[in-house]
């Protein structure tokens, strides 16, 4: 966690004068996150030196003969040593790339992730000329590229703090404690609450809009917005599994959700 963050949510304990015990376990339920944004949603201290770090859309780029993996849009392509490192505590890989292939506009959902090892020989994919005419291609999103940048979420059931041992001991029976912590509780989401929040997100918190993964052991992988490569604003697509399965790199274990 950026110490920034941290530093903000003890000095909001200590503003309202709640023991810094309870504001420390707010803390340990916050989880770190990269968020793949466009330019101009960067802070103004990024934007000097940005680098882009994912292309959004566009044509896939695959070793020669290789075919996508299921006949889906191509959503996003990390450049995964453009990720900062020691921020996410998901194991992401540190080279390489990362192709996403995502049904993000539909639901039921269809998708899949490939790493490809750095130094590997692409070019960019093409559909079949020889498809038949009852196949169709793939969607395809106007290409873009996205920065990375660092952030901190917050689990989806963090206002409801009665399952937080340190916070009932402080606040249970107490109105004004149990106000003083419903205050703490909205000045954290203040300081997660930046302004590309909502763009492609890498680990961290699901928030699902309906169906939260951690709920049946899984972390977050990668959420994705339709807004984030389309026009369209109506479905979420996450990608989850268990920690194991994204330690191991076993992409094709993970399961692909879409919400709408």
């Known amino acids: 966690m950026k110490s920034t963050v941290r530093e903000a949510v003890l000095d ?29 949603c960067l802070p103004e201290e990024l934007k000097e030196d940005a680098r882009p770090a994912a292309q ?4 896939p780029r695959l070793p020669e003969g290789m075919e996508p993996p299921l006949p889906v849009p191509h959503a996003v392509t990390i450049d995964c040593a453009a990720i900062p490192t020691g921020v996410l505590d998901i194991a992401f890989p540190a080279d390489g790339h990362l192709v996403i292939f995502a049904n993000v506009a539909d639901y039921p959902a269809a998708g899949a992730v490939l790493h490809l090892p ?4 692409t070019v960019e994919h093409h559909t079949r000329d020889n498809k038949s005419e009852e196949e169709d291609a793939p969607e395809t999103y106007e290409p873009f590229p996205l920065y990375a940048v660092p952030g901190t979420t917050e689990p989806d059931t963090f206002p409801s703090w009665s399952d937080v041992p340190e916070v009932v001991d402080y606040a249970k029976g107490d109105a004004e404690r149990a106000r003083l912590v419903d205050e703490l509780v909205e000045r954290i989401g203040d300081v997660v609450d930046v302004p590309y929040r909502h ?9 699902a809009w309906q169906v939260s993964p951690e709920e049946y052991g899984h972390v977050l ?3 994705i917005p339709e807004s984030a490569i389309s026009d369209g604003d109506n479905s979420l697509t996450l990608i989850t599994g268990t920690w194991e399965q994204i330690a191991e790199r076993r992409y094709d274990e993970l399961a692909m959700a879409n919400e709408c």
Request: hydrophobic letters at 45%; a negative charge.
């Open 221 to 223: 992988f990668a959420r």
């Open 56 to 59: 959004a859309g566009g044509l």
């Open 118 to 121: 750095a130094g590997a020989e």
């Open 12 to 40: 909001a304990g200590r503003a309202l004068e709640i023991p810094e015990s309870v504001a420390e376990a707010f803390l340990r339920l916050l989880r770190p996150c990269v968020y793949l944004c466009p330019y101009g």
């Open 199 to 207: 763009e492609i997100q890498l680990g961290g918190h699901s928030g």
